[in-house]
């Protein structure tokens, strides 16, 4: 605990005190396998609760290390950062400390490539955990390292520290290749979950099924969320106590912050009132939708001047805005490196440029010991920054303007975090709060126009509708709405998930009882997937399953075994289909990984597990990952299958690979492909098919 009084000791020199909801959890003294529930608005300092809570839970539970679990992979790379720089402080020790990165890409990204390469053969990352720091006094900094050994499929979770995605716990209940492994590597950890309202009902129940486990094995839970959803919570709470075989001595708890020990016994705690209010409040105004055009021109023209920021619902509309946008500003005035567009459709080395790019710019002061104090001297007096659902979570950026496209209430919420996050930016407006557009299409009757039920990749309608709903009937004729977290943004989730809607003659009662049908299906199929693959360690009477229920057979593992049932095999997510497809630049000589033809392409096969084409066959798988871009199925639908698509001569190794061959100017080689275009400004895109014209 000496570490801890001196880590209270330094916030007081450097004048950095707890926030109100740091301070509550810090008073209330968690002691013991906890599950612990944290609701609070998006940069109020939830993290650094967690990270509070993995170091006294190990001292006082005996855990040996946490794993960080996120919903994103670039979300899990940004806050390995952070956790690399909270280790080295917190254990004080001249030993090393091994950090993971547990996802699909980890060992390309570029936190992953430096944790190993701060390793050695003299280092062994078994030294030290949370439990055997040294001498809390000494002044050698732990060293934070990754050992390769940890990069193998599934050994990430054995490392005492790590950091990935929700993907890890989700498949850790399911009949899958590893998923002993998985839960023996959380076990005896406390594990955070992370934007726990971003995940679809498919994988908030395989969710519960892994917290009940992990509450079995003696673990600690540590939840957070912008904002969440009563039966959510109540779930949550649910899962828990299964795990221990009790109930829960308050079933319903209202949060903001909601702690359950292993007894089942359940407290909430209420922040106390503070000058950071301020920044738990939110104005929001409906605003249609006027069109590509008209929107860019008066996001180009009345914001001359601060970070303007759009995010928008799908690829398409995103896109679609974006060419808008470069069509006006030269006239205007603006320069091409003062617009950016992100999405999902890069390949991955592209991403990872535009997110640094991004995150230089736009976020925190580069020195952590300035961050609260200095603005970052790298931020433009201008930026427009259009964007999908990436922009919603993952990166830490900071916007002075916001507009977004009409999403779910929750993930409203989540959006409005990004717009004046770090406050050191703008001191002269600490009086004010944030103003969120919020945009809407109108339809008939001045009702939004919903997507068609089961549009791949958007948002159920009746949600979107209910939202607009909850938005419309509260704001007020001549102003904005201004919510203020966390009472007035449940009282909203509490009407939007509750019950079947009212039964009234106004035509916006109608539109929701039209559309609830459909979404009740849509939650009713997402459980049962979830049912068919779960397992849970006990049975509703609370008997421990047995060792033929946990056996995994022909019909679980691998997504990728053409013998085993799509229905039946582990799944992380539902989400739309897509396939992983790797870009390469065919050149009058050479195959190469870049458009300017400076790096040449290695297509031979290299044997994994020979002395001499291990390394190669690293080198060339990472370069692989950093070439690849996820195309969802439904823009192949009048296209040939990937599988298909032309490949350079010759190519062992990309035998079984999809490959999309381009140009230098970003045009596939394969002529049946041409609607498919490329380039590192603005990814991977899909022009329309021109419809034949129908004689009359």
């Known amino acids: 605990m000496r570490r801890l009084q001196q880590m209270r000791l330094q916030a007081r020199e450097t004048k950095a005190y707890p926030r109100p909801a740091q301070k509550a959890v810090i008073d209330s003294r968690v002691t013991g396998q906890s599950l612990v529930i944290i609701e609070d608005a998006t940069g109020g300092g939830k993290t650094e609760i967690a990270q509070y809570l993995t170091h006294r839970l190990a001292r006082t539970c005996g855990y040996h290390g946490a794993y960080f679990a996120l919903p994103l992979r670039a979300a899990s790379d940004q806050l390995a950062r952070r956790y690399r720089a909270y280790l080295t402080a917190v254990l004080g020790s001249s030993e090393a400390a ?15 490539r430096e944790l190993a390469n701060a390793s050695s053969a003299t280092t062994d990352p078994h030294l030290i955990n949370l439990t055997t720091c040294d001498d809390p006094d000494s002044h050698k900094p732990a060293a934070v390292i990754l050992n390769t050994w940890y990069e193998q499929r599934s050994r990430g979770l054995l490392s005492c520290f790590g950091v990935g995605t929700i993907d890890q716990l989700v498949l850790a209940p399911q009949k899958s290749r590893h998923w002993f492994l998985r839960l023996y590597g959380l076990s005896n950890k406390t594990v955070v979950i992370d934007e726990a309202h971003a995940y679809e009902l498919y994988q908030q129940q395989l969710l519960g099924a892994a917290i009940a486990w992990l509450a079995d ?24 106590c299964s795990g221990l075989r009790t109930t829960p001595t308050a079933p319903n708890p209202d949060g903001p912050i909601t702690i359950v020990d292993n007894l089942g016994h359940c407290r909430t705690l209420t922040p106390a009132q503070g000058k950071s209010r301020r920044a738990h409040r939110t104005r929001l105004r409906l605003l249609a939708d006027p069109g590509p055009k008209p929107l860019a021109r008066r996001l180009l023209t009345q914001h001359p001047t601060g970070i303007t920021t759009v995010i928008r619902n799908t690829f398409a509309r995103a896109e679609e805005l974006h060419q808008a946008v470069l069509a006006q500003a030269e006239e205007l005035g603006w320069k091409p490196e003062e617009i950016l567009l992100l999405h999902g459709r890069y390949f991955e080395t592209d991403r990872a440029h535009h997110q640094a790019t991004l995150e230089g710019k736009l976020g925190p002061h580069p020195d952590p ?9 790298s931020r433009p007096n201008r930026f427009l920054l259009i964007g999908t659902q990436v922009l919603e979570q993952s990166l830490d950026y900071d916007t002075d303007h916001l507009y977004t496209d009409l999403c779910p209430f929750d993930l409203l919420m989540q959006r409005r975090g990004r717009q004046w996050r770090h406050h050191v930016n703008r001191p002269n407006h600490t009086h004010l709060s944030p103003l969120t557009h919020v945009l809407w299409t109108p339809g008939d009757n001045g009702l939004p126009h919903l997507p068609r039920p089961g549009t791949p990749g958007i948002y159920d309608p009746y949600i979107l509708a209910a939202t607009w709903h909850a938005l419309h009937q509260h704001m007020p004729t001549r102003a904005p709405l201004t919510l203020t977290s966390p009472h007035d943004t449940q009282r909203i989730l509490t009407t939007l998930y509750g019950d079947t809607p009212p039964d009234r003659p106004t035509p916006i009662h109608q539109l929701l009882r039209t559309h609830y049908p459909h979404w009740q299906r849509r939650l009713r199929d997402e459980r049962r997937a979830a049912e068919g693959r779960e397992v849970w ?37 539902l989400g739309t289909p897509s396939t992983d497809v790797i870009g390469l630049y065919q050149h009058a000589d050479r195959v190469t990984w870049d458009p300017e033809g400076q790096e040449p392409a290695d297509r031979q096969r290299h044997h994994p597990f020979a002395p001499q084409g291990r390394q190669a066959h690293r080198l060339q798988r990472s370069r692989f990952l950093l070439n690849t871009v996820r195309v969802p199925h439904y823009w192949t639908n009048d296209l040939p299958h990937p599988a298909t698509w032309t490949k350079p001569a010759p190519a062992p190794a990309l035998t079984d690979q999809p490959v999309l061959l381009l140009t230098p100017d970003g045009h596939p080689v394969d002529r049946r492909l041409a609607q498919l275009t490329y380039t590192a400004r603005t990814g991977l895109s899909r022009r329309q098919r021109p419809q034949p014209e129908v004689a009359s």
């Open 537 to 573: 360690p006990y049975d509703p009477d609370g008997q421990p399953i047995t060792y033929e229920d946990l056996a995994s057979g022909p019909n679980h593992g691998a997504d990728d075994d053409p013998n085993h049932p799509a229905h039946l095999a582990a799944r992380s997510r």
């Open 369 to 377: 010991a300035l961050r609260a104090t200095t603005a970052n001297p």
């Open 98 to 112: 091994n950090l993971a990165v547990v996802h699909g890409s980890a060992h390309i990204s570029e936190i992953s």
């Open 217 to 240: 094995a003696g673990a600690s839970i540590v939840v957070l969320s912008a904002t969440l959803p009563a039966p959510q919570r109540r779930a949550l709470v649910t899962a828990w």
